[in-house]
């Protein structure tokens, strides 16, 4: 009762108080917020457009779940016998991996990354312990291909003292979008939710949770946000690459729209300036949705998932912080978004 008691007040003691800490189950639900009106283009549709706050995970990202998931997956009578795990991934994954993994008895992480991966993003992920492999094989690479880091991570897995959990494949990324995105969400929303939005990656977040929902409802609209051909957005797959995954996901989406990286930044400035402070690939989401509703509405199909109360209660999620993006917003927005320095005369 004492362990409980702490843990309903957020205190955390003991030699295990970090993992305990970093264990989902203390987590309790993930917060969803409603936009304000000055982020809501379609008020006047009777649309309500609601945030996720996955961010709020302790390691400040949607991928944490997975990983723990993951990790918990591995049987306990293998775990004594990994040295080392590798995983092709250049962010939020690998990066959660490192920290996490070590309380699962497995002390080294390797990163196969690809020589795009810009500099501060490894630097990241040294900072969480990990090792970087670099592969010269293509960014988005099909998961089922016998070239790339995907293959490469599997050939490494295979070897005494290694383990690969490919998150491409890995039943337990499913899992974790089911149980900390999908269930949360139905708990949270229930039949009030009308559409629902995620970017597509390794697809394990849209699949999870999307198979949940439509379980709950199947009339419930959902939507993937891919990258628009010729931009780059940390995290989501290209228009081009989301058919190379593993995940059945197209089962349960109703559409995909292409994002490009200007408007992505765009959106997720005005969300960090409203002070929800989340990165590129979820304002890549809001500015899907700005694409969508207009897309329904001129087919005449929006009024078709308005809930019991006449609304339109549209949802996604907040993937991770700006942090680790900062010069990015600089480099790709314009000027006119940032005010600029001056000399105090006084």
């Known amino acids: 009762m004492k362990n409980k008691q702490q843990k ?15 264990n989902p189950e203390a987590l309790n639900m993930t917060p969803i917020i409603e936009l304000p009106d000055s982020l809501n283009n379609f008020k006047k549709d009777k649309v309500r457009i ?14 944490y779940f997975t990983a723990w998931q993951m990790l918990s997956g591995i049987p306990k009578d293998k775990r004594g016998s990994i040295k080392n795990l590798v995983e092709f991934s250049s ?7 490192a920290i996490l993994s070590k309380y699962f008895g497995i002390q080294n992480m390797h990163a196969i990354i690809t020589p795009d991966v810009l500099e ?23 998961v089922s291909s016998q070239t790339g880091g995907v293959y490469q991570a599997k050939i490494l897995g295979d070897k005494n003292g290694w383990y690969n959990l490919n998150q491409y494949t890995n039943k337990n990324s499913q899992i974790a979008s089911e149980t900390y995105i999908g269930k949360e969400l139905w708990v949270q929303l229930g039949n009030k939710l009308s559409i629902f939005v995620s970017t597509i990656g390794t697809a394990g977040t849209i699949f999870g949770a999307g198979k949940y929902l439509k379980g709950k409802n199947k009339n419930l609209f959902i939507c993937g946000a891919t990258i ?4 780059s957005i940390p995290g989501p797959r290209g228009e081009e690459a989301i ?20 408007s992505a930044y765009l959106e997720s400035l005005k969300l960090i300036r409203t002070g929800l402070l989340v990165g590129p690939s979820t304002g890549m989401q809001l500015a899907m949705i700005n694409k969508l509703i207009p897309i329904l509405k001129k087919n005449k199909t ?4 308005k809930n019991k109360k006449g609304e339109i209660l549209v949802t996604f999620l907040a993937c991770d912080t700006m942090f680790p993006y900062v010069d990015d917003y600089f480099s790709i927005l314009p000027k006119k978004y940032f005010k600029p320095e001056r000399t105090l005369n006084i």
């Open 91 to 97: 962010g939020n994954t690998v990066f959660s991996l």
């Open 120 to 142: 501060h993003k490894k630097k990241l992920l040294k900072l969480a312990g990990a090792d970087i492999l670099i592969s010269d094989g293509p960014r988005c690479p099909d």
């Open 228 to 231: 628009k051909r010729g931009s």
């Open 243 to 262: 058919n190379k995954l593993s995940f059945p996901w197209s089962f349960f989406v109703n559409k995909t729209i292409p994002v490009d990286q200007d």
């Open 302 to 305: 929006l009024n078709k998932y």
């Open 8 to 22: 309903l007040n957020k205190v955390f003691e003991g030699e295990h108080a970090v993992f305990d800490f970093l």
């Open 50 to 63: 609601f945030i996720k706050l996955v961010n709020s995970s302790p390691l400040l990202n949607i991928k």
